[in-house]
């Protein structure tokens, strides 16, 4: 007995004094991790996975793809609008339509980073340098040759092509991070052009107007782009360099939920759940962000089929209601937009809104739909509600046009147009949560937990995440059926890269696009 007590406390010992060194080893780790800089990295570290040999990057290759990035994908309306860009002559560069497409003879590489999406809350958690970290890792990824044929694949590729220009087709990553982006890239010593795409939405914006009209222009975007103020600043920049002199009013309301039901985010989405869960992120009726009940008639909520969820049969009884639907968050947050306008006792009227988020523009009718019923919205009494600050036709102001335009004078400028090039060479990757890397706290859905995810901290240089090319693995039938219908060419691009391109070889035909 005795023997076997002092074996026993000798194993207990024993692992005891292992699980301390393995305590030791994982905090001097991260110790090391909590050091590094991500710019410094690449650009320094030769072991690590993020560096770049910048000493050879190939500067000024007209063959080289154009990099475009967006934290999901609704960067693909951006897309969308270049490859569709037909507004010059190709032979001679001169401005008019030839019938050609103007990007016909260039390819693209295109990143959503939807592991680490939505941007947008980042900076309601403190955490704008872990998001400028992921949008200096999707830089990379598109200045850099590393990708990875799956999510099970532990040796990264290294055969994808650099870029010679970078379009940010994220707001909230552009209003972040763009400068960050301009200065790494300074610092690395490359001239690559960076475009971004607010200034190209405020100038589409300004030039609806005349030059002294009295006006409210409305900004729809993520919650962190208009904590930002990216378009509001911008927007007075602009009005005061092009000379308006009219009254021009800014109204912004965050589309928390937008996004990520277009993305379909479990936290603010799920087309399976019939009833409220914890883990929902959406506005309530309790919270920072909160639906309103003496609103619900003008939100005209949609409650089939769990659009809605509520935890009573009947909706007014509901203690506990969360939207579960991309319709019904428009619906909410341009009630909200409104309700903010006609509480500031306007004497203009609402004339545009500004999509300041690139999946917004998928919800482009819808949008429309629901600004109709606001403004033949009548009280009890008869009057109208909303009509007094609303114009009857609102633009919706979409950047990418300006960003396909000034993606291509400065193509046109650099004399870096592809003359041999191919558009069906285009390439599409997507993020998906790194099951290698040990420190990654992953769901049942295989990605980041939310806490996880906005709990990281900047400077802890890891592979989070896996870049891998789009399949049916990574997006569901109903989006892929969504970008088949709403960017039909982009989507044939997809298919072309999917079906054809010798990086998604090793995909299984049932998982092909």
Do not use: W
């Amino acid at each position: 007995m005795l023997k076997n007590n002092l074996l026993f406390i000798g194993l207990l010992f024993s692992l005891l004094t292992n699980c301390k060194k393995e305590t030791d080893k994982n905090l001097t780790v991260n110790a090391n991790l909590e050091k590094k800089d991500i710019i410094e990295t690449i650009i320094k570290d030769s072991s690590s996975f993020y560096f770049i040999d910048f000493k050879n990057y190939p500067v000024n290759d007209k063959t080289l793809p154009v990099g475009v990035f967006d934290s999901g994908t609704g960067g693909l309306t951006v897309l969308k609008a270049i490859v569709n860009f037909d507004e010059n002559e190709n032979t001679t560069n001169a401005s008019g339509s030839d019938g050609v497409l103007d990007f016909e003879k260039e390819s693209f590489i295109y990143l959503g980073d939807q592991a680490n999406m939505p941007y947008g809350n980042y900076f309601s958690v403190n955490k704008v340098d872990l998001l400028k970290e992921h949008i200096i890792k999707d830089t990379q990824f598109l200045l850099g040759n590393k990708y990875y044929s799956d999510a099970d694949d532990t040796i990264p590729n290294l055969d994808k092509k650099p870029v010679k220009v970078l379009v940010v087709a994220c707001n909230t990553a552009t209003a972040y991070g763009k400068e960050h982006i301009e200065d790494f890239i300074k610092k690395s010593k490359l001239n690559i052009k960076v475009i971004g795409v607010i200034d190209a939405g405020v100038r589409g914006t300004l030039e609806t107007l005349e030059k002294d009209e009295n006006v409210i222009i409305g900004v729809l975007a993520t919650e962190g782009t208009v904590s930002s103020k990216g378009y509001e600043n911008t927007l007075l920049k602009y009005i005061k360099e092009l000379g308006y002199k009219g009254n021009i009013e800014v109204f912004s309301q965050g589309g928390i939920g937008i996004a990520e039901a277009v993305d379909e985010d479990p936290d603010y989405y799920n087309k399976k759940l019939k009833t409220p869960r914890k883990t929902y992120k959406g506005p309530g009726l309790d919270g920072d962000v909160k639906i309103d009940k003496t609103l619900f008639d003008i939100y005209n909520f949609n409650f089939d089929n769990g659009k809605m969820l509520c935890d009573s049969k009947s909706v007014d009884d509901c203690s506990m209601i969360q939207i579960n639907d991309a319709e019904n968050y428009v619906r909410y947050h341009l009630v909200t937009l409104m309700e903010k306008i006609r509480l500031s006792k306007s004497t203009n009227k609402l004339k545009s809104i500004i999509l300041g988020c690139t999946h917004y523009p998928y919800l482009s009718d819808e949008i429309h739909t629901v600004l109709k019923e606001l403004y033949d919205y009548k009280t009890k009494d008869g009057s109208f509600l909303y009509r007094p600050f609303m114009k009857k036709d609102i633009q919706l102001i979409d950047p990418a046009i300006k960003t396909a335009k000034e993606l291509y004078d400065f193509l046109k400028a650099e004399s870096l147009f592809n003359n041999q090039g191919n558009i069906k060479e285009s390439e599409f990757y997507i993020s998906v949560a790194n099951k290698t890397n040990k420190n990654n706290v992953i769901d049942e859905l295989g990605r980041f937990t939310y806490d996880y995810k906005y709990g990281r901290n900047a400077n802890e240089i890891q592979e989070y995440v896996k870049n891998v090319p789009f399949s049916r693995k990574n997006i569901s039938n109903d989006i892929l059926t969504r970008f088949q219908m709403q960017i039909p060419h982009v989507y044939q691009l997809m298919q072309e890269f999917s079906q054809n391109n010798k990086k998604t070889k090793i995909i299984p035909e049932e998982d092909k696009i």
